[in-house]
């Protein structure tokens, strides 16, 4: 759960032009990377039927939600006074960027965590459940991807509410900033933590533990065509997971630092006392959550043939069109010219 905008920063000296140009830099390519790649992977999606498989539905819902992060990362970046810049965007529109940037972050990483969990129990049913496959249906997983936006959108609803511009000193800071009490505030980031980063990352591990174990079980193997369709199935399945559990590593190893660092901010505040440039702030609440969402489509393409491959043709396809529609414009034109030159 996004909660790192409950920490004070001040910043005591003015930051050199250097480092704040450098990470500007290192957001930007990492926001702009995450859009182009998730906007790759859904367009594969949705114009090659083949591919549209029940695990590939809940990607690409995860996909989506990786591009809420990366539309709405810089310009919440931009509009953050944490490294002495003057502001790009006033307000009132600083206000509503504020107010949707930190819901967005925070309704994109709870879309995201229960799409991975819709993916491992999808695979948990179809690989350790099959005869319960039947079960999951196409209306019954459109229910299941409408309730991971629901469920987000309608418990995150307080950063719309509470979410604003504070100043502090020369500098200004987009804030979650209720009047809740400190037992009220504890309340509301222990239960996000819990439903949207512990709890799934639990089920994750205990699911894909029992779904490898399941996949490692040995059979038969005799050459009748039935045992060869089920190893295929099986290895199939493998790089299914594969690809899943590096999706996995990512998400986490993205996001923990910033939760370990908004431990560390509020319970030894001193550490980060001398940190003037606010390095770690931008590093940990921007480069990494946002490095999540870029590393997905990469894994994605890297990992998965039949994602590369699709991606290829739609490309030559693209260009092809281009090609033979340039060829017919020339072609027609030289008639054009003949016509005119003839008597």
């Known amino acids: 759960m996004n909660n790192c905008s409950i920490v004070d920063f001040e910043v005591q000296s003015t930051c050199s032009n250097v480092v704040s140009t450098s990470l500007t830099s290192v957001i930007s390519f990492v926001s702009v990377s995450a859009f182009v790649g998730n906007i790759l992977v859904t367009a594969v999606f949705l114009i090659n039927t083949t591919i549209r498989t029940s695990t590939n539905y809940f990607i690409v819902n995860m996909a989506v939600s990786d591009l809420l992060s990366a539309f709405t990362n810089w310009p919440l970046y931009v509009m953050d006074g944490m490294l002495s810049r003057k502001h790009v965007i006033d307000d009132p529109m600083a206000t509503i960027l504020c107010k949707l940037g930190l819901y967005s972050r925070a309704v994109s990483q709870a879309v995201s965590i229960l799409s991975l969990e819709l993916i491992v129990l999808d695979r948990f049913v179809a690989i350790v459940l099959p005869f319960q496959s039947i079960r999951i249906t196409r209306r019954l997983r459109a229910v299941l991807m409408l309730f991971s936006w629901i469920f987000p959108l309608s418990t995150l609803f307080p950063y719309v509410w509470f979410a604003k511009i504070v100043q502090e000193g020369r500098q200004t800071f987009c804030k979650f900033s209720s009047s809740w009490n400190t037992m009220e505030l504890s309340t509301f980031y222990t239960v996000g933590f819990l439903v949207f980063y512990f709890i799934p990352f639990i089920l994750i591990t205990v699911l894909y533990s029992k779904i490898m174990k399941c996949l490692k079980q040995r059979r038969p193997m005799d050459q009748t065509r039935q045992n060869t369709i089920r190893i295929q199935n099986r290895q199939q399945n493998q790089i299914v997971m ?57 894994i994605l393409f890297v990992s998965s043939s039949r994602f590369s491959n699709l991606l290829k043709e739609m490309f030559t396809s693209l260009f092809c069109k281009r090609c033979c529609r340039s060829g017919r414009i020339s072609a027609q034109r030289q008639i054009i010219d003949l016509q005119v030159v003839q008597p």
């Not at 996995?248 to 001398?274: D, G, H, M, Q, R």
């Open 242 to 298: 594969k690809v899943f559990i590096s999706i996995v590593v990512a998400f986490f190893l993205c996001w923990t630092p910033l939760c370990v660092y908004i431990v560390l901010v509020v319970v030894f505040p001193s550490l980060f006392a001398k940190d003037t440039c606010q390095l770690f702030l931008g590093l940990f609440y921007y480069v990494f959550p946002s490095l999540s969402a870029a590393i997905n489509p990469v």
